[in-house]
């Protein structure tokens, strides 16, 4: 599979990005399809998940109540809607697809997402 991000851009503070991922294979319903993302000099970090079949979402800490990420199982692509965002927020932003919430076996290229103070 071949995952595709794209959304990223240059926001000030408190604005909205949305980025999308578009997978090219079917996604299943035990796929689990997650948003991660990594800044200079920083780890990789969990932002969201949702699980393809049930729906059910899950956040890191750092972004509970400000992002949301959804799923089109129409189109096969997951968005995550970004809300509130702050400079802290600023990295590369990957979509990833697994099998499970901890094993990811498809990566996308990423997008960059900074924010301005």
């Known amino acids: 599979v071949q995952l595709q991000a794209s959304g990223g851009g240059l926001v000030q503070a408190g604005g909205s990005l949305t980025l999308s991922c578009a997978a090219s294979?079917?996604?299943?319903?035990?796929?689990?399809m997650g948003w991660f993302r990594q800044a200079p000099g920083k780890e990789r970090e969990f932002v969201a998940a949702i699980r393809w079949g049930t729906g059910r979402t899950y956040y890191g800490d750092s972004v509970k109540g400000r992002f949301a990420i959804s799923r089109s199982t129409a189109e096969n692509t997951v968005a995550l809607q970004m809300n509130s965002l702050k400079p802290e927020d600023t990295a590369v932003y990957y979509c990833?697809?697994?099998?499970?919430?901890?094993?990811?076996?498809?990566w996308g290229q990423g997008t960059q997402v900074t924010v301005s103070s």
């Open positions: 990833a697809r697994g099998n499970s919430l901890g094993d990811y076996n498809s």
């Open positions: 294979g079917r996604t299943f319903s035990s796929h689990v």
